[in-house]
């Protein structure tokens, strides 16, 4: 190594470098300091009781009593694994272990002692100032680990160039602390954590972590402001959801960061706790409490079986895939037309599937002839048909693929499931179905109706009848694909503004988890001919959502992003139903699945004017197809669209 080389070796620069980089100290490093530390702490008891006029040693052979003694200490440190700790991350557990090795010494050289007495008349040293000794000796080696640990920390926050967050822990339990602990040890560090909330303020003098807990006199925002922090963990398990999406929106509000973390199981992983605090997402807002599957039910449909699933590439398909593969089927058929999403998905379930046979399958719904050939090769026992078009200005515009996809799409897969004797048949359906005022809705309607046709058709056909269609409706999905929440999501990203299309629009959201959950629970208790809508909760105003997405991204709506009101859709409507003017629901076992009770047609009629409008699709004259849809679905009135003028 040159003279240069070994200058810039040992340059400031470098030196910093390496003790930032220093993530812990070898273990011969440790035991050298341990030893320096019992040599110590031998000395000043020496010097204490050589004051004193008393004999710390007793005995003439004074060197070898002295290394007799470290290598007592030594071997129990080897036996308790003292050293073994990364010293800047030292705990009570550390603490626990010198003091059993050092209580160790302590017995051992008592005992060693007595017989020495026994054998040469006379101790080998003065037990009171071994009983000091090891007192010196336990203090100065949990010390060194203090100060270590201590300058670790101080190092790495007051050096970290980053602006770390002032953030208060919502929450005083087990979870709270191991949440604070966390986040404190964390690398790179994100959080400064500047106390607890007591929400019950029943320890509002007392300290945890050497942090202060702080009463909660007004609202939360008025707290951290007070205190000066920017953010809040939520980290109190016993906060019902009601009451965490109240604090969410105090927050929000005042534009104060909020971050969640699930409840903690496992204390000692400290590194996975603090990646899952993550900040609060828009789905987070929805107060809705979780669901509550009946899982024999839907084990007892699935276990062993073949599952068929159409649009299986799509957000609410590919979820009810990862979903079902949880129950245990003999082989999954995942089917949709677009290939690189089919393939995305058929590559994440290749890491979950278990024993499970997967089989994707490129094909078109329209295409009845590549259809038969899957029935015909896997015989599935359940279908979940969830492809569909259902971009409402899409369909207002291609009427005939509308009809082409959703309905006669829809009757393929229908017919062929009675064909080839498959146990259950459940239709994803849509709000958008109901009083349908768009092109879109119209087609699902009239896929509802015909499933629906094709189970009283085969009811009264036969005693026993071998497929069941059920039909599952709910409304908007977040985070789905083309939905709401990504495209605020990507207009933010772009510096706004975000395009709402009326002031006054609301609608219906639940997640993609929830809605897979409960079409498979409708699915499980279904027995036929029944249109399931499902509890969506409050309805949520669009342009509160936009405000509520800028504000947890970090910014003022309408200062730092704009929102513009570009007026409504063709075929969109101000707000959605989940039923039709005449229906009722029934309830059912579970409290967020409700049966409507639809007029039900006959399945002769009803099937010759579907054949009908499926011929007329194929000639791709939008007033015809239309105008034959609304014989098809009466109740169907077009909305701020130019089919207005087939209503007149």
């Not at 030292?90 to 017989?115: E, G, H, R, W």
């Not at 799509?314 to 677009?338: N, T, Y």
């Not at 239709?427 to 009283?456: C, F």
Request: proline share 3%; hydrophobic share 45%.
């Amino acid at each position: 190594m040159g003279k240069n080389s070994t200058k810039s070796y040992f340059s400031r620069d470098n030196i910093r470098f390496n003790i930032h980089n220093l993530s812990y100290l070898p273990r011969w490093i440790i035991i050298l300091i341990d030893f320096s530390v019992l040599v110590l702490s031998f000395f000043f008891t020496y010097l204490i009781f050589d004051g004193t006029g008393l004999d710390y040693i007793v005995t003439k052979r004074y060197g070898v009593f002295v290394g007799f003694l470290m290598g007592v200490n030594l071997f129990f440190f080897w036996l308790f694994r003292t050293y073994a700790g990364i010293i800047r991350h030292s705990s009570y557990i550390d603490a626990v272990k010198l003091l059993f090795s050092q209580t160790a010494v302590l017995v051992f050289f008592l005992f060693f002692n007595f017989l020495f007495e026994l054998y040469f008349q006379q101790k080998a040293f003065l037990n009171t100032a071994f009983f000091i000794n090891i007192v010196l000796s336990f203090c100065g080696l949990f010390l060194y680990r203090v100060v270590v640990k201590q300058t670790f920390e101080l190092y790495f926050v007051e050096k970290n160039n980053t602006k770390l967050i002032k953030t208060i822990i919502y929450g005083t339990d087990a979870n709270a602390i191991s949440i604070a602990n966390a986040l404190k040890f964390e690398s790179p560090s994100r959080f400064k954590i500047i106390g607890f909330v007591d929400k019950n303020n029943q320890n509002a003098s007392k300290r945890m972590l050497d942090l202060p807990i702080l009463v909660l006199r007004k609202k939360l925002p008025s707290l951290m402001r007070s205190v000066g922090a920017e953010g809040v963990v939520i980290a109190d398990k016993s906060l019902s959801k009601e009451e965490q999406v109240a604090l969410i929106d105090q927050c929000i509000e005042y534009n104060l960061k909020v971050f969640s973390v699930p409840t903690i199981l496992d204390w000692e992983d400290q590194k996975e706790i603090s990646q899952k605090v993550k900040n609060i997402q828009i789905e987070d807002l929805l107060e809705r409490e979780p669901i509550v599957l009946d899982t024999v039910s839907i084990c007892d449909q699935l276990k062993g079986k073949t599952v068929l699933i159409t649009g299986a590439a799509g957000s609410i398909g590919s979820e009810i895939v990862r979903q079902i593969l949880g129950f245990e089927p003999k082989k999954v058929i995942i089917l949709d037309q677009a290939e690189t999403p089919l393939h995305h998905v058929g590559l994440e379930v290749e890491t979950i599937k278990g024993s499970v046979d997967i089989h994707s399958i490129i094909a078109d719904i329209r295409d009845r002839a590549a259809l038969e050939r899957v029935f015909k090769l896997y015989k599935p026992n359940m279908v979940y048909h969830a492809a569909a078009y259902k971009h409402v200005p899409l369909m207002e515009e291609n009427p005939s693929q509308a009809i082409l996809t959703n309905v006669n799409g829809t009757k393929n897969l229908a017919d062929l499931s009675c064909e080839y004797g498959v146990h259950k048949f459940v239709m994803i359906s849509t709000d958008k179905a109901v009083n349908p005022s768009n092109v879109m809705g119209a087609s699902k309607r009239i896929a509802e109706k015909y499933v629906q046709s094709l189970h009283l058709k085969y009811k009264s056909d036969h005693d026993i009848y071998s497929t069941k269609f059920i039909t599952t409706r709910f409304g908007n999905v977040l985070g789905s694909n083309g939905s709401v929440v990504p495209l605020f999501s990507k207009q933010i990203a772009e510096g706004g503004p975000l395009t709402i299309t009326h002031p006054d629009i609301i609608r219906y959201f639940m997640t993609i988890p929830e809605a897979c959950q409960l079409v498979l629970e409708a699915g499980a208790m279904g027995n036929g001919g029944e249109i399931y809508i499902f509890d969506m909760g409050k309805p949520v105003k669009i342009i509160d959502l936009a405000r509520k997405m800028i504000k947890l991204a970090g910014y003022i709506p309408d200062r730092d992003i704009k929102i513009k009101i570009v007026g409504l859709r063709p075929g969109e409507k101000l707000y959605e139903e989940l039923l039709n003017d005449t229906s009722k629901t029934l309830p059912t076992y579970h409290e967020k699945i409700m049966i409507a009770q639809e007029i039900q047609e006959e399945f002769l009629d009803l099937h010759t004017n579907i054949q009908e409008l499926i011929g007329i699709a194929a000639f791709f004259d939008n007033d015809d197809i239309v105008a034959k849809m609304k014989k098809i679905v009466p109740e169907f009135i077009s909305m701020n669209s130019s089919f207005q003028v087939l209503d007149k």
